[in-house]
């Protein structure tokens, strides 16, 4: 692989080259100094990692994380330490994919920084505490912070063997004292942290009864773990709802932390206010688009949703073969083994409503999401062909992967738009302009948030205003659920769109290069090859080119 020409063999960050400095000022004597080599295989960045994500996981204290303030202060004050040997390590010389791994170990290392520095989540967001999922998320890991030692549900079949009923029991008798200790933990002011927080909290309770009903034959002592658990739920949820009307401190990390972030933690080259203008052009163009699509299509049949189980099963049932049929035929992916059975598995069952946003343009065309399932491409690629680098090969911490991941899924619908695939049912063109509105709404909500110049309310009536056609209801759940999510995890709102500007110029960038010989095919394969980095880093490992901006991000 090529060796990259336009950076340094590593940049270290401002604070990193402080913390370097002041270490070497007090260090050793100059003799003792020249004896040790530093470390410079990809080897030692790989033994770094591997100790790194040990030390990011919080000690455990009775099979429950401990996020207390004093471990919290141990773990802040030995972080350093570690920035400073990944500072040590000489890039000289590496490939650029392995300059990419450096970097995102440093990003890594930059998000528990700023969890201590600023969001501080075991402190602040009383969400933090949610453990118990009953659905699988579309991401490599699930969106948002929260405490270590989730129970994910939905990965066990029922009834449970033996094994997967200890499994699960392990995991709910850590819930009452984790929600004991979040008690002492919390100590924020942030009004809609805790506000919203509690709606979370009482879906924990609803599927852990969900839960309870479903058990037959499973050991009685898991039943009881779960009844405790849901009761330390319940309670607990009422004291973060009687405290939540105390609260009045803004819940935004402000305009100045959140370009840190999106610098050194998302390594996202905009700033908030490059984002702002970005996305709000988006919104517009979104909007024009739409409006124009309705005028081309204003012969064509209305399109209704579905209403019957039979036909949503008929219609779900039949987009993605067709969806997959387009791909093969126009040779616009490569198509794996493993392909249709990780879409179909993710079909789901007919609702008769009322529906919210997402099933308003599914049940009116079941392919348009299906493209947006790149998500599950992406799962199973890490699932059936693993990743040769331990970097890659697990989950991103802080969710840095989401302007490849969501990025990537939003881009990829208006790709397939312009490649043909809904070019028999024109309607559906309308549909895709609908999601990129609703997309560039709902971020200019996050960044509303952040900067403080909005409550979570604000932003959700914002957001709904500017979806069109009044599917994303504020008599909804949605609206606020992805709010919330992007007030406890800054720049996750943003990623689909920024994500897929970036990723749209990674396809400008490889047909100039490449020019005739050009196949998006071939391109897809590169794509995936690489994994789940931010896509700034995508972009710098399939061109071989780093950009200005990308590069003051990584400086």
């Known amino acids: 692989m090529p060796v990259a020409r336009s950076l340094p063999h590593w940049i270290p960050s401002e604070r990193l080259l402080r ?17 040790a080599p530093r470390p410079r295989t990809h080897a030692d960045l790989v033994a770094l990692f591997q100790e790194w994500r040990a030390f990011q996981r919080p000690r455990s204290v009775g099979g429950v994380p401990d996020y207390s303030a ?8 030995a972080l350093p330490a570690l920035e400073r040997r990944l500072a040590a390590i000489d890039t000289s010389g590496w490939t650029i994919a392995q300059q990419v791994d450096w970097h995102v170990v440093r990003a890594e290392m930059n998000g528990l920084d700023f969890d201590h520095r600023v969001l501080r989540p075991w402190a602040n967001n009383p969400a933090f505490y949610v453990t118990v999922f009953a659905e699988q998320s579309d991401q490599p890991a699930r969106e948002g912070p929260f405490a270590i030692g989730a129970v994910e549900l939905w990965s066990y079949q029922y009834p449970l063997s033996a094994t997967d009923a200890a499994g699960v029991e392990a995991g709910l008798r850590a819930v009452p004292g984790l929600l004991a200790a979040a008690r002492r933990n919390l100590v924020g002011s942030q009004r809609d942290l805790w506000t919203h927080a509690v709606t979370s909290l009482k879906g924990q309770s609803r599927d852990l009864a969900q839960l309870e009903k479903r058990l037959t034959s499973e050991p009685p002592s898991l039943r009881e773990s779960v009844g405790r658990a849901r009761a ?8 973060v709802e009687r405290r939540a009307a105390t609260k009045s401190g803004p ?3 402000g305009v100045a932390n959140y370009d840190w972030y ?36 204003a012969g064509a049949s209305r399109q209704d949703p579905i209403t019957s189980a039979e036909e949503f099963d ?19 992916m490569t198509i794996k083994p493993w392909t249709e059975q990780a879409l179909r598995e993710r079909l789901g069952r007919f609702s008769p409503g009322p529906r919210e946003f997402f099933s308003e343009v599914d049940y009116r065309d079941p392919v348009i999401m299906r493209t947006h399932g790149y998500h599950w491409i992406d799962l199973g690629v890490m699932k059936h062909e693993p990743h040769p680098d331990p970097i890659r090969r697990a989950p991103l911490l802080y969710n840095i992967f ?35 509105a609703q997309r560039a709404a709902r971020a200019l909500g996050d960044l509303r948030m952040h900067a403080n110049l909005a409550t979570l309310e604000e932003s959700a009536r914002f957001t709904s205003a500017n979806t069109p056609r009044g599917w994303l209801s504020l008599q909804g759940n949605l609206v606020r659920f992805e709010q919330h999510l992007y007030l406890q995890q800054p720049g996750y709102g943003t990623s689909y769109v920024i994500g897929k500007m970036l990723l749209d110029r990674l396809v400008m960038r490889r047909r100039q290069q490449l020019g005739d010989a050009f196949s998006l095919r071939r391109h897809m394969d590169a794509f995936d090859a690489v994994g789940l980095v931010p896509a700034s880093l995508v972009e710098w490992e399939m061109t071989g080119e780093l950009r200005p901006e990308t590069l003051r991000m990584l400086r």
């Open 19 to 35: 913390v370097l400095a002041a270490t070497l000022a007090v260090a050793a004597p100059a003799p003792l100094l020249a004896q």
């Open 70 to 77: 004093p471990a919290m202060a141990r773990q802040a004050r």
């Open 232 to 239: 330390a739920t319940d309670s607990f949820a009422s004291w």
């Open 251 to 253: 819940s935004g990390i």
């Open 262 to 297: 999106l610098k050194h933690v998302m390594l996202v080259p905009y700033t908030w206010r490059e984002e702002v203008a970005l996305i709000e052009r988006e919104l517009a163009r979104a909007h024009a688009f739409l409006a124009l699509e309705e005028i081309r299509n």
């Open 314 to 332: 008929r219609r779900f049932g039949a987009a993605v073969p067709e969806y997959l049929a387009y791909l093969r035929e126009h040779d616009l």
């Open 402 to 436: 989401i302007t490849r991941t969501e990025g990537h899924a939003t881009g990829w619908e208006e790709q397939m738009l312009q490649a043909g695939i809904f070019d028999a049912r024109p309607r559906s063109r309308e549909l895709v302009y609908v999601l990129l």
